[in-house]
C-alpha cells in the first residue's frame, strides 16, 4: 500500500492530490470508497472540507459525500462513501470524486475533481492509490457574481435585520460602462406575494467587488415570518442616474438550496446573524 510521504508531497505540483480505495460488496450491491485523504496547498480557499461522490450510469446518478473536516496540508477521513450500484452496471459506470471547500459564510467551493472508470482495469478494486484532483472543475453558475449577507430576527422586537457586507465577481453587459461606477442593492420584505417594504443601501463605489457593510432593519410580526421573504437586487448607477441590474437572489422557504437554508438557519437561530454567500440571477 502507497503511504503519504511529506518529501514526496512537497514535491508534486500544487495541484491537490486524494488517496482512495474502491471496493465493492457483490451482495450489498454497494460501491464502497474508503482510505480517504487528501493533500493540499495551504493557500486554497476554505477553512473546511470534504469529499463527495457521484457514480453516473445510463439511468441516472447516485451521490454520496463524507462529513465536514477541517481543513489541513494533509486531511483523513475515518469514514468512506457507500453508493448503490448493481454489479452488472459497474463495467460503464463512472465515479467521480470532488474535492470540496466551505468556508465560515457556508460559501463551496470546488477544489478538484478527480474521474474513474469502474471496468477494474484502469482502477484495480481493493487497491489503494493517490490521484491528481483536476483544479479545472467549476461549479455551475446561472448568474452572474455572489452576495454575501447576514440575516437574523430578534422576537422581542420584532425586527428582522439584513446587513449587506460585500458582493464579488459582479458582471453585466454593461461592465465597461459601469466600471468604477455606485453599486446599490434594493432589498424588498414580502409576506407571501405582497410586498410590505422597500429599501436601498448607499452606494458603494468598485463595481466588480463592492463592499457595504449596511444594515436594513424591518418591523416584522413574529407571526408573518415563517411566510415572509427577503428579495434583493443589485444595482449599477452612472453619473446620470441611470440604473442598471446586475443581479438578484430572494431568500424565505419559498426557496431552494442556499436561499432557503439561510432562512431555515435563521428561524431556528433567533437573535443570531447568520451569513451566507448567494449567487445572483439575471
Not at 472540507?49 to 477521513?77: D, F, M, N, P
Not at 482495469?121 to 489503494?128: A, D, K, N
Request: include cysteine; glycine fraction near 6%.
Amino acid at each position: 500500500m502507497e503511504t503519504w510521504n511529506p518529501e514526496k508531497a512537497a514535491s508534486w505540483n500544487q495541484a491537490p492530490k486524494l488517496h482512495y480505495c474502491l471496493d465493492y460488496d457483490q451482495q450489498k450491491a454497494e460501491l464502497f470508497v474508503t482510505r480517504l485523504e487528501a493533500v493540499t496547498s495551504d493557500h486554497e480557499g476554505g477553512c473546511d472540507c470534504y469529499v463527495q461522490g457521484s457514480v453516473a450510469i445510463k439511468t441516472g446518478s447516485v451521490e454520496a459525500q463524507t462529513a465536514l473536516k477541517k481543513r489541513q496540508l494533509h486531511t483523513t477521513w475515518e469514514e468512506g462513501l457507500a453508493l448503490p450500484l448493481a454489479e452488472e452496471e459497474l463495467p460503464t459506470a463512472i465515479l467521480t470524486l470532488t474535492l470540496r471547500t466551505c468556508d465560515r459564510f457556508s460559501r463551496h467551493s470546488v477544489a478538484g475533481e478527480l474521474r474513474l472508470g469502474l471496468d477494474g482495469v484502469s482502477v484495480p478494486l481493493g487497491t489503494t492509490q493517490w490521484g491528481q484532483l483536476k483544479t479545472s472543475a467549476k461549479e455551475p453558475s446561472t448568474g452572474t457574481g455572489e452576495v454575501l449577507l447576514s440575516i437574523s430576527y430578534l422576537p422581542a422586537a420584532s425586527r428582522l435585520l439584513v446587513v449587506l457586507i460585500k458582493a464579488k465577481n459582479l458582471l453585466s453587459n454593461q461592465s465597461k460602462e459601469l466600471l468604477g461606477k455606485d453599486v446599490s442593492v434594493k432589498v424588498t420584505l414580502k409576506h407571501q406575494a405582497q410586498k410590505l417594504k422597500k429599501k436601498q443601501t448607499k452606494r458603494a463605489k468598485h463595481k466588480i467587488n463592492p463592499v457595504w457593510n449596511e444594515m436594513i432593519m424591518f418591523e416584522l410580526p413574529d407571526d408573518l415570518l415563517r411566510a415572509s421573504s427577503v428579495e434583493l437586487e443589485v444595482l449599477g448607477q452612472d453619473e446620470e442616474g441611470r440604473s442598471w441590474a446586475l443581479g438578484h437572489c430572494s431568500l424565505g422557504l419559498h426557496a431552494s438550496g442556499s436561499e432557503r437554508s439561510h432562512w431555515e438557519e435563521m428561524l431556528k437561530n433567533p437573535r443570531r446573524q447568520i451569513a451566507m454567500w448567494h449567487q445572483l440571477h439575471l
